[in-house]
């Protein structure tokens, strides 16, 4: 659970990720309660704002980039993820790839996924100016400045890569010294996008690589320059065999996440640095 | 004065939080047994992996026989057996005496996994 109102005794959030215990999650079965606190669901987003559209951009022929004002008093980490819901209150959760101190709005980047309610509204019927509304951020996929020399491996398929651009630009924000490698994969040359402002972040900071990875190629398929042809796991695996002392976001489809996440940690990776957001598909 | 328990002796909570991941990855890279762990979800089932090592390590649990039988009564159907409960206890040991456990203490922490099998394997 999650404590909204007090502090939980430090022995209630043993055994949790630090990403959890910097946000008042703790273990209601160990914890005693000597004072009135104030407790939500773990995963209750618990206030909706109203905002307005900043702008709507097609990135790709499968990504729309949608910038939200930022509402007053709302409180995120980059890389945690809002519920954006359309005028019949139909939602669908989408991750923060802005950044608090350098950004004045919300960004998110929407996968368009064929007769997806959200998605398609989003894509052909939002216009600057509109008024939405979305919950408060939740989720512990974030950068923790616990560890400034640690390494970082990013590794994010499609609209994966949303948190993942808020937590590289996060860990630069608070100086993080040790490397950071992004990897972002996907099928086809259409979910790659982002790539000048990636290349742009790898040639201003000595310690940030980033690679895009296209898994599916025929002989007609053009790769843009610097596009790597294989899986984004696979091929972050062949550049970092051994990955021990390091911590890996991972953001995507489930199956992805799991499977990155098993081969990381058999890499070396410790469990615990492990951090994941599995991207669970709605029905259309 | 009474004898320091073996939860103890072994180290406690931050023994179980240095055995899981030596632990965890010596099992899920034994093709002997990782087809038991292919789709499981990885977070689920490292929370798993340091509730047995607790309970091997005789610290507290709540767990019991039946936990145990339910819990692994998918895998008996897909074929678990001896061999593969004799793999863990392997892997068990040697993540112990990894971790420079005396061997007096790796022979108690054996003896209480051991008492799991007939549950694990569903007899």
Redesign the interface.
């Given at each position: 659970m999650r404590m909204v109102k007090g502090t939980p005794a430090s022995e209630s959030q043993?055994?949790l990720k630090s990403s959890l215990v910097s946000q008042n999650y703790f273990l209601p079965c160990s914890c005693s309660a000597d004072r009135d606190m104030e407790v939500i669901l773990p995963d209750a987003a618990n206030f909706r704002f109203s905002t307005s559209v900043v702008s709507v951009d097609l990135l790709t022929s499968e990504i729309v980039r949608l910038r939200l004002a930022r509402p007053s008093g709302f409180q995120y980490h980059p890389g945690q993820y809002i519920t954006l819901y359309n005028a019949e209150g139909t939602g669908r959760t989408y991750s923060l790839a802005s950044t608090p101190v350098l950004d004045p709005f919300l960004e998110l980047h929407i996968r368009l996924v064929p007769n997806g309610i959200v998605s398609s509204w989003v894509h052909k019927q939002l216009t600057v100016g509109d008024t939405v509304s979305i919950s408060e951020a939740i989720g512990n996929c974030f950068y923790m400045a616990d560890n400034p020399d640690q390494s970082l491996l990013l590794v994010g398929t499609g609209s994966g890569l949303a948190p993942l651009y808020g937590i590289v630009r996060d860990a630069l924000h608070h100086a993080h010294q040790g490397i950071i490698k992004l990897y972002h994969g996907s099928g086809t040359m259409a979910g790659i996008y982002l790539q000048q402002e990636l290349n742009q972040l790898a040639k201003n900071h000595n310690n940030v690589e980033y690679t895009a990875c296209v898994s599916r190629i025929s002989q007609a398929t053009e790769l843009d320059a610097g596009v790597v042809h294989g899986r984004a796991t696979a091929i972050a695996l062949q550049h970092n065999p051994r990955m021990s002392g390091w911590r890996a976001y991972i953001c995507g489809e489930p199956k992805m996440v799991?499977d990155t996440?098993?081969a990381l940690?058999?890499a070396g990776v410790?469990?615990k640095d492990?951090y994941?957001d599995p991207f669970i598909h709605s029905k259309p | 004065m009474s004898e320091q328990s073996l939860y103890d002796q072994i180290g406690g909570?931050a023994a179980v939080?240095a055995a899981?991941?030596i632990f965890?990855?010596k099992v899920?890279?034994d093709d002997r047994i990782s087809q038991f762990f292919e789709?499981v979800?990885?977070?689920r089932q490292?929370a798993k992996q340091?509730s047995f090592l607790t309970v091997a390590f005789g610290g507290p649990n709540n767990y019991t026989g039946k936990d145990m039988r339910d819990g692994h009564a998918h895998l008996v159907t897909r074929g678990l057996n001896d061999s593969h409960f004799d793999a863990v206890m392997e892997h068990l040991g040697a993540t112990l005496k990894e971790l420079n456990v005396p061997d007096e203490l790796i022979a108690k922490a054996a003896a209480i996994a051991e008492s799991t099998r007939n549950d694990v394997l569903g007899r």
């Open positions: 043993k055994g799991n996440s098993r940690f058999l410790s469990l492990v994941s | 909570e939080d899981v991941d965890y990855r899920l890279a789709d979800d990885m977070e490292a340091k």
